[in-house]
């Protein structure tokens, strides 16, 4: 499983998964994406088969509703929650990379159009 690690979080995890292995692309690394409307990136990572990685429940539930709608699927999307992993505590990014390296290690979810609410590891 690819994923699209949206701007608000840190390019630390995506460089850590990747040094794991994974293959993990974050916006905020790249200047093409940098800034980008929600709506265009939820385009970008369906055109890269990716898996959005956000924290941005109201504007992407919307979005993936709409693409849902116009009986179209949408491209998978992991909510992380600022209450889960709040970027002002000393566990982030560290518990957030925790978490995304279990969820690609064993996916607990397979197919395409779902979404996944992430839980911090135990």
Do not use: C
């Amino acid at each position: 499983m690819k994923l699209l690690l949206d701007e608000m979080h840190s390019p630390t995890v995506a460089r850590v998964l990747q040094e794991a292995g994974h293959d993990v692309h974050a916006v905020s690394s790249d200047p093409l994406l940098r800034g980008m409307d929600d709506a265009n990136l939820l385009q970008f990572a369906a055109d890269t088969n990716r898996a959005i990685v956000t924290e941005n429940v109201r504007d992407f539930a919307i979005l993936i509703s709409r693409w849902a709608t116009g009986d179209t699927p949408h491209p998978n999307v992991i909510f992380t929650g600022q209450n889960r992993f709040n970027r002002r505590t000393v566990a982030y990014p560290a518990n957030l990379i925790a978490a995304l390296d279990q969820f690609l290690r064993q996916p607990p979810v397979k197919g395409h159009s779902w979404v996944w609410w992430l839980q911090p590891p135990p």
